[in-house]
Structure formats: C-alpha cells, structure tokens
C-alpha cells in the first residue's frame, strides 16, 4: 500500500510547538504556586544550572567521561551480539542449543547486576564498560540472529546457483538482507549503553554524568536532577542522529516506502 509523503516543516512546527507549550505550563505552575519548585524545579532553574555547568566547564568532562565509557561498551557489545548472532544463525545446532540461552540471560534484570559488576571490576570505567555492553549485546543478538535467519531460502539458493562461495554470499546477501534489523537494534542499543554508563556512575563513581544526577539528588536539588536528565537527552538525540546518517548512507540502495 502506498504511503502518503510526510510534511517535515509541519511536523518539526508541531513537536516545537507542544515542547514550548509544555515548558510554558511548567513555569506557569511553578510561578502560580501550583507545583513545589522544591520538588519539580521549574525549566527557568533548569536552564540556569546548565548555563553554570558550561560556565565552569565541568559539563564537558563528565559528558566525555560519560561518552567514552558508553562508546566502550556500544562498540564493544555491538560487535559481540553481531558475530554471536551471526554464528548461531548460521548454525542450526549451535542456534537450537544457545538460543533458549540468551534468552534467559536476557532476562535478567541488568540493573540487578550492576552491583556485582562494581564488586568485581571496582569503581573505575571498567565497570561501567560492562554495564553498557551487558544492555547492549543482547539486543544486538537477537537482531542478528532473527536477520540472518529470516533471508528468503530462495534468495540465499539463486545465489549459490549463481557460483556465491561462503564469503560472497554472506557479504552481498545475507549482512545486507540483515542491515534493517541490525540497525534497527542500534538505535535501540544507543540508548541503552547511555543508560548503562550512568547507571554506573549513578551507583559508585565520581565524575560523569550519573555522577552529576547522583550529586544533585544527595543535595535535593531538583534542578540539577532534571538539568542531568536534559543533558543525557540531548547526548541520546545526538547519537541517534548519527546512527540514522550512518543507517542511511549504507542503506542507499534499498527501495524507499511507497516507489
């Protein structure tokens, strides 16, 4: 079924639109004493925390502390959960008995785990590397996995009738079949290895921006909660977009919705 063409202008104006309205309600109530700015801080004490952090400059080396471990465990996590799933797709065996396997890793509460992960590994940035990775690769296993296993049979014998060796047909067939899935998942995973590092940080560590969350709840300031909150936003934002670019450079030759 044909899909109609989306009006970018209209809905970039509707979203600032709701986000301005939002922000105005939010100050409104503070300054009309209907919310405790005590305990909602308002988005005027928000905006003047962020300009203190940047000020001072404190902001820029947590967000790369924070940054770098999450990129550690993102990049790391990714590549794990690609060859795994990439393996065990391929394998019927090796797929039939690790499968249920991960699945019941996957379900085990991460945030549950990380307090061993700080036991074993102890305060420092390799704790918070794993965090990330452990939200990470599962994601991108079953993305995998479920990508590989889904190419069309018929696809993956027309090429082999056509002379693919093992390499040809997992470079031209199967990890472009599997690219929509994969990507799919890292824009997911982003967002988790971001959560991960400041899960981290939030639990035991002195810079980053858990850390600044964490800091600023010990000192009930809302302000500084909520300003922590708008920064690990901003960076989610930012990262996303790029993996959309990358998506969309390596992805060029596929046929757009509705042509």
Same mark, same amino acid.
């Given at each position: ?61 947590? #967000?790369?502390?924070? +940054? ?7 990049? !790391? @996590?990714?590549? %794990? $959960?690609?060859? *795994? =799933? ?95 899935? #994969?990507?799919?998942? +890292? ?7 971001? !959560? @991960?590092?400041? %899960? $981290?940080?939030? *639990? =035991? ?55």
């Amino acid at each position: 079924m044909e899909q109609r063409s989306v009006n970018t202008r209209l809905v970039w104006t509707v979203r600032i639109v709701l986000l301005v309205g939002f922000l105005a309600f939010w100050e409104g109530g503070v300054r009309a004493g209907i919310l405790d700015p005590f305990f909602y801080s308002s988005p005027g004490q928000i905006l003047t925390r962020l300009a203190q952090w940047t000020r001072d400059g404190s902001i820029f080396q947590h #967000i790369g502390i924070t +940054l770098w471990e999450m990129m550690l465990g993102f990049t !790391i @996590g990714t590549l %794990v $959960g690609m060859v *795994l =799933g990439f393996i065990m797709a391929r394998s019927a065996y090796l797929g039939a008995i690790f499968e249920p396997v991960m699945a019941l890793f996957n379900a085990i509460p991460r945030l549950v785990l990380a307090p061993l992960f700080i036991l074993w590994l102890g305060l420092g940035i390799g704790s918070k590397v794993v965090m990330s990775l452990a939200l990470v690769v599962f994601v991108v296993f079953f993305a995998t996995y479920t990508g590989i296993r889904e190419v069309d049979p018929a696809l993956i014998a027309n090429a082999r009738i056509l002379g693919a060796g093992s390499n040809d047909l997992t470079r031209h067939v199967l990890i472009p079949s599997a690219l929509s899935w #994969i990507f799919s998942s +890292l824009r997911t995973s982003v967002g988790f290895a971001l !959560i @991960g590092a400041v %899960v $981290g940080e939030y *639990l =035991g560590s002195t810079r980053g921006v858990g850390y600044l969350v964490s800091f600023a709840e010990s000192m009930f300031d809302a302000g500084g909660v909520f300003a922590g909150l708008v920064v690990m936003v901003i960076m989610a934002g930012g990262l996303d977009f790029l993996i959309g670019r990358v998506e969309a450079r390596l992805t060029a030759w596929k046929p757009q919705h509705g042509r």
